[in-house]
């Protein structure tokens, strides 16, 4: 069984992204209640360091693609 803490916080670079966009229209709102406000800054924090983690990751493989073009079959 997975629990909350073992799940992906989302299941990719753009979903995460996505939810972030939702999460940042809600906040823009003028009537957004405090409680809902704390709870979506958290999640918007744990969303924006997955994505910085992806990118860490895809920028590692990308180094290491273009890093064996020069090496010969």
Do not use: H
Request: hydrophobic share 50%; proline share 4%.
């Amino acid at each position: 069984m997975t629990t909350p803490e073992s799940a992906p916080v989302a299941a990719g670079y753009a979903e995460a992204l996505a939810e972030l966009d939702d999460i940042l229209a809600q906040l823009e709102r003028a009537d957004v209640d405090v409680d809902v406000l704390a709870q979506q800054v958290q999640r918007a924090a744990t969303l924006i360091a997955f994505c910085r983690d992806r990118i860490g990751t895809a920028k590692l493989q990308i180094e290491e693609a273009v890093a064996g073009l020069g090496d010969p079959a």
